[in-house]
T-cell receptor
Framework: AQSVAQPEDQVNVAEGNPLTVKCTYS??????LFWYVQYPNRGLQFLLK??????LVKGSYGFEAEFNKSQTSFHLKKPSALVSDSALYFC??????????????FGRGTSLIVHP | DTGVSQDPRHKITKRGQNVTFRCDPI?????LYWYRQTLGQGPEFLTY????????KSRLLSDRFSAERPKGSFSTLEIQRTEQGDSAMYLC??????????FGAGTRLSVL
């Protein structure tokens, strides 16, 4: 079965500093990988995805993520954090076209807190 | 099209009552998913439709839960004889084939 691990329940960072939110995955075949953000009492908003191609994926609001096949990781990054980035972040994986389930499986989420 | 719509946003019900939620996906999206999210957890898959066909159901989905997607457009999720453990946020998402899922704002269910 496919799975996602987000090892940190919470990440704290000062405004203006770089941030990283970690994600590792397990899936059969080549993965499709996603990051979503959730603000209080809201649904999930799509940030970015990796399907194939360049390992560094750029997404919304200045976020990017790096796919590392050997480490089965897809960490979310931003060069300079904003207070407004404070939210809950979810990593998701699906099996894509080559195996595993095409239904996205989500991690437990990481709460990002950016301090002024 | 403004995205995935869910109705109602909030539902408070008494234990034992039936409830029904509606999801209107992005119009050109052929895939529709229902997830459930509880506090401190990520979304858990419940069921999936491709067009009007319900292709997969989670083992989480007890026989008190039923979902439909008539004509491959909107979808409904019904919970019969609600229990306190059903209290959660119910999320609907849609996608075009294996593309990215886009989520609605969710329906928050409170069972008293």
């Amino acid at each position: 079965a496919q799975s996602v691990a987000q090892p940190e329940d919470q990440v704290n960072v000062a405004e203006g500093n770089p941030l990283t939110v970690k994600c590792t995955y397990s899936v059969s075949g080549n993965p499709y990988l996603f990051w979503y953000v959730q603000y209080p009492n809201r649904g999930l908003q799509f940030l970015l995805k990796y399907i194939t191609g360049d390992n560094l994926v750029k997404g919304s609001y200045g976020f990017e993520a790096e796919f590392n096949k050997s480490q089965t990781s897809f960490h979310l990054k931003k060069p300079s954090a904003l207070v407004s980035d404070s939210a809950l972040y979810f990593c998701a994986v699906s099996g894509g076209a080559s195996g595993g389930s095409y239904i996205p499986t989500f991690g437990r989420g990481t709460s990002l807190i950016v301090h002024p | 099209d403004t995205g995935v719509s869910q109705d109602p946003r909030h539902k408070i019900t008494k234990r034992g009552q039936n409830v029904t939620f509606r999801c209107d996906p992005i119009s050109e999206h052929n895939r529709l998913y229902w997830y459930r999210q509880t506090l401190g957890q990520g979304p858990e898959f419940l069921t999936y439709f491709q067009n009007e066909a319900q292709l997969e159901k989670s083992r989480l989905l007890s026989d008190r839960f039923s979902a439909e997607r008539p004509k491959g457009s909107f979808s409904t999720l019904e919970i019969q004889r609600t229990e306190q453990g059903d209290s959660a946020m119910y999320l609907c998402a849609s996608s075009l084939d294996t593309g990215s899922c886009y989520f609605g704002a969710g329906t928050r269910l409170s069972v008293l």
